[in-house]
Nanobody
């Protein structure tokens, strides 16, 4: 059974940095695209960043230049380095992964086969 487990969430002050981790278990092959989504209170879940197994990345406009997604294929682990955080980054952050790789970076939520339970990131004002 494949599981994605996120860690690293917490309370952050404006301008602080935080690093989220996503570790996959129960898997014997290299995952395809991995991504971070987030859902703020009262809002729909939105893509934050995605990364292919080849290292190609795509970011939401709101986090470009502040967040960095990375991964280790051998460990099926992904990270989200968040810097210059603000209260608008407050959300539950979810890790997602695909069984296979895709040519396009612009994937829909339905492309992702596995989802974590989420980790809360709260920015204080």
């Amino acid at each position: 059974q494949v599981q994605l487990v996120e860690s690293g969430g917490g309370l952050v002050q404006p301008g602080d940095s935080l690093r989220l981790s996503c570790a996959a278990s129960g898997i014997s092959f290299t995952l395809g695209h991995m991504a971070w989504y987030r859902q703020a209170p009262g809002k729909q879940r939105e893509l934050v960043a995605t990364i292919s197994s080849g290292g190609n990345t795509l970011y939401a406009y709101s986090v470009q230049g502040r967040f960095t997604i990375s991964r280790n294929n051998a460990q099926n682990t992904a990270w989200l380095q968040m810097s210059r955080q603000s209260v608008t980054d407050t959300a539950v952050y979810y890790c997602a992964a695909c069984r296979r790789s895709y040519t396009s970076q612009r994937l829909r939520e339905s492309h992702y086969d596995y989802w974590g339970q989420g980790t809360q990131v709260t920015g204080s004002s």
